[in-house]
């Protein structure tokens, strides 16, 4: 629906954490990793530790260098409703 951010909840979220349909939150963005999963370059089984959740903290441990908003720019669902957003 044009324009029209979706809101998904930790709920919604956590519906979507196998190999075949896996999504994860990073800083209050939800995006569907299903599609990038076989080519991360730390692997499938590294990827899925944050599947379904909010996995800033997860991801920052490890390379808070990559450029999320960029690299998965086609890869967003919407904005993660919750009142614990972690951010930058
Ligand atoms: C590399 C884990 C999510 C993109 C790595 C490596 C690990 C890792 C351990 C190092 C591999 C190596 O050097 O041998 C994780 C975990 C994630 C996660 C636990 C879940 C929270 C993501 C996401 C993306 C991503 C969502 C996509 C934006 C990359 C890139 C590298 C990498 C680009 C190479 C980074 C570099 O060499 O500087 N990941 N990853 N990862 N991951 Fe992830």
């Known amino acids: 629906v044009g324009g029209k951010v979706l809101e998904v909840t930790e709920e919604e979220l956590a ?9 994860m939150a990073i800083r209050g963005k939800v995006y569907n990793l299903t599609p990038y999963l076989e080519f991360h370059p730390g692997g499938i089984d590294e990827l899925m530790r944050g599947a379904g959740k909010d996995s800033t903290q997860l991801f920052d441990e490890v390379h808070r260098w990559v450029n999320v908003d960029s690299m998965l720019e086609k890869c967003y669902v919407g904005r993660l409703k919750s009142e614990q957003i972690v951010s930058r």
Do not use: A, S, T
């Open 15 to 23: 519906k979507h954490k196998l190999e075949e349909d896996v999504w």
